[in-house]
């Protein structure tokens, strides 16, 4: 009997060992697959280096195993001989059970094994991602372009042409959150950050047609056509603040901004954009707030390119119709807080929703050359385009006025053609406009004729807008249908010359034979390596007038009017020579029957032309540490109550650059001066949405200046900002607009930090 006993014993002890051996020998062998695997795969340096040490890893794994099996046989022996001794005085039911408990930890051990062997495999997989440069193949965007770690562009809905961007993450690029001041001398606002603005600049101003209340806002936001669209080998993010983050918070003011980008293939991208402008003012009932949430797609193939997106923009803002008593203002003893003003309870709502796509297909027609297929974009092309958009405006305004109050009734008039103490008005239109294009690339990209486009749009126009007919009939829905034809064409030789034109021609509906003409021209010299560049343009138009210059009622204004159209020619140039940051402008315009809003917010139009002569020089000085940027704008109207403009605007930034800690820090330290000439700066009606001609008192002359420090620390700039120092010393009168205030002394505070991996 003994003897049986120490048989099964030795024999439950083989087995053991067998069952130890094997899995062993599958640890190795999956640890062989692996490093053959590895070897077998050439995918450069760091994949190789990954490979090894996933098979280091093996080999270790697999040698410890066979040292703890070498090391436990004697205690194998022993266990295995008290496992059989310990089952033999189990019953029938706990044997069972034993059973059950030891396929569990087999099955445990199994899977413990297989998910050993997959995250090894994932980590080498990882590794391979990680050192593998994400290539785009595309031959749409140029070599030097392509090949960057992140790159950035706009397109031109016209016929889908892109525009390179550069990306500037220094503090150079963000150290204003002011638009009206990051892209010129300045201009008009409502003195709160996000609220309607207009450039000093006439040729810097932008038009909306299909809703004026909103060109005031462009600044602020995008469109398809400003909106950037980026192609990264590695996720790219940006956070951005500026605010009065320790001032009193009834003041206060935060702006913020977040933009997000990233590839999900070389040529697949995602982008998700949202920034916020406002603050509470320096008035009573002036609260803004501007929001843009954008969302944005691109696809870059060898033949094909899409671009595409959501962009929503929401402007609330409390209305205060300006200050009432100016001789309160001009006191500098008063607290601006409790300056009357004109409106306690109105506000305004507005809203924009745009959806939009943009796509092209090249097709080479080998047929008429031949060529290699590497060579794409060179030969006889055939582009077929299409570009949809559909987009939703609407403004809703409200007020309140008690009929003893005579101030407030007197800003409006008192014009009260609906309800003597209420107005709750709203304007919405609905635009969809679609339009194809073929486009011909007869011999290369590079020829003096490259492209040839031609196309046809059609968009229809929905408007709804209150009037006195409604009470019977019902509101409804104006419709428009306006068909129109485009055409382009382009060229350049090598890097000296570059030409394009584009023209479009409405052939019916309410726009019907309206057209523009944009021609630009460019010469390049390259007496130095960056080149001196000469730029012209040529723009040639006659619109007919937006349907709310037509006709409008509202409670507190109503017309109907009979407007020609208006007609504009532009000339432009334009000098840059990089090297020397030397810039130079100069523009001419005559318009004439231009429509413009006259003292009394009515829409006009003026039947003589207007005359509009514009210069602009920007230039930067260094000496040692010390920069000068000087932006300088000199600028005439012929009729100033038609288009009234400052003759004179300038702009100047000057400041010590300095290593803080060297390769680490680095600072500007400086002061930044804005002035401009008097003149008879536009008011702004709550009412309407909108800015109109005054006539009552000049703003302007008075300096305003702020004094900065920017911090760039690595990648995170820091900027902090004391504004309008000077108000104290000098006078009170910082108009931003007519009866409206351009913020007091302040202290800014503001962070811009790029999260990239180089």
């Not at 050359?369 to 570009?387: A, I, N, P, Q």
């Not at 400086?670 to 703003?699: C, I, W």
Request: contains cysteine; hydrophobic residues 35%.
């Amino acid at each position: 009997m003994q003897r049986g006993k120490h048989y099964r014993s030795y024999s439950i002890l083989l087995i053991s060992l067998l069952l130890l051996i094997s899995s062993a020998g599958g640890r190795l062998c999956a640890a062989e697959r692996l490093l053959g695997k590895a070897d077998t795969t050439q995918l450069g340096t760091a994949q190789a280096d990954s490979t090894a040490q996933a098979g280091a890893s093996a080999l270790a794994d697999s040698a410890a195993l066979a040292d703890s099996t070498a090391v436990a046989d004697s205690a194998a022996v022993a266990d295995s001989a008290a496992v059989a001794d310990s089952t033999a005085l189990l019953t029938g039911r706990e044997l069972k059970r034993y059973e059950r408990e030891k396929r569990a930890a087999a099955r445990m051990a199994e899977k413990s094994r297989k998910l050993a062997i997959k995250d090894s495999i994932f980590n080498y997989r990882d590794s391979v991602i990680r050192h593998t440069p994400r290539v785009l193949t595309s031959n749409i965007f140029p070599k030097e372009v392509k090949y960057q770690r992140i790159f950035s562009w706009q397109t031109d809905t016209r016929f889908n042409n892109y525009k390179v961007v550069p990306i500037d993450s220094s503090f150079n690029q963000y150290y204003t959150e002011n638009p009206l001041y990051k892209n010129d001398v300045g201009g008009v606002s409502l003195g709160v950050e996000g609220t309607a603005s207009e450039y000093f600049n006439f040729f810097k101003r932008e038009e909306l047609p299909l809703f004026p209340f909103m060109k005031w806002n462009l600044p602020y936001t995008y469109t398809p056509s400003t909106m950037p669209f980026y192609n990264t080998k590695t996720p790219y993010t940006e956070l951005a603040y500026w605010g009065t983050l320790f001032a009193d918070r009834q003041k206060e003011e935060t702006n913020i901004k977040f933009l997000h980008t990233q590839n999900l293939s070389p040529s697949l991208n995602i982008s998700i954009l949202y920034q916020r402008f406002g603050g509470a003012g320096m008035l009573q009932n002036e609260k803004s707030d501007d929001r843009t949430l954008a969302l944005t797609f691109n696809y870059i193939g060898d033949r094909y390119l899409a671009q595409g997106g959501y962009i929503y923009n929401k402007v609330e803002r409390k209305e205060n119709g300006g200050i009432s008593d100016l001789f309160m203002y001009k006191d500098t003893i008063v607290d601006v807080r409790t300056i009357p003003v004109y409106l306690s309870d109105a506000s305004s709502i507005m809203k924009r929703s745009t959806f939009f796509l943009s796509h092209s297909l090249g097709v080479p027609l080998n047929f008429l050359r031949k060529r290699d297929s590497l060579d794409f974009g060179e030969g006889t092309m055939v582009w077929f385009g299409h570009y949809g958009e559909y987009t939703t405006y609407s403004r809703h305004y409200y007020d309140a006025i008690s009929l003893s109050d005579t101030q407030a009734r007197e800003l409006y008039h008192n014009n009260f053609f609906i309800n003597p103490t209420q107005s709750n008005e709203t304007y919405k239109v609905e635009s969809f406009d679609n339009r194809l294009f073929v486009r011909l690339q007869p011999w290369a990209p590079d020829a003096i004729v490259s492209q040839i486009n031609a196309g046809i749009g059609y968009q229809m126009v929905g408007y709804l807008t209150f009037r006195p007919e409604f009470y019977i009939s019902g509101n409804k829905y104006r419709h428009q249908n306006n068909p129109y034809l485009h055409f382009g064409a382009s060229g350049l030789f090598r890097k000296y010359f570059k030409w394009d034109a584009i023209a479009k021609y409405n052939i019916g509906g309410y726009y019907s034979n309206d057209f523009e003409l944009d021609a630009n021209i460019r010469f390049s010299l390259y007496p130095i390596e960056e080149g001196v560049h000469l730029a012209g343009r040529l723009f040639v138009s006659s619109i007919t007038s937006n349907p709310f210059f037509y006709s409008y009622f509202s409670n507190h204004y109503k017309w109907e009017n009979d407007f020609a159209k208006e007609t504009q020619t532009r000339v432009e140039a334009k000098l840059s020579i990089p090297r020397w940051k030397l810039e130079g402008f100069f523009g001419y315009a005559m318009l004439k029957d231009r429509v413009y809003m006259d003292q009394s917010a009515q829409p006009q139009q003026n039947g003589d032309a207007v005359n509009v002569v514009t210069a602009y020089v920007q230039k930067d000085f260094r000496l040692w540490r010390l920069h000068f940027n000087n932006r300088i704008l000199f600028q005439n109207s012929s009729n100033q109550e038609i288009l009234p403009l400052p003759k004179f605007a300038v702009n100047l930034r000057y400041f010590l650059e300095f290593d803080v800690v060297k390769n680490v820090m680095k600072a500007q330290l400086g002061a930044d001066l804005t002035l401009h000439s008097k003149y008879y700066m536009p008011g702004y009606d709550p009412a309407l949405g909108m800015f109109y001609n005054q006539r009552e008192m000049e703003v302007g002359g008075r300096p305003y200046l702020d004094l900065f420090l920017n911090l760039q620390w690595k990648r995170a700039c820091i900027f902090v900002k004391g504004g309008n120092i000077g108000q104290n010393s000098l006078s009170k009168e910082y108009f931003s607009a007519y009866r409206y205030t351009r913020p007091q002394t302040h202290l800014k505070f503001g962070l811009f930090w790029p999260f990239y991996i180089k």
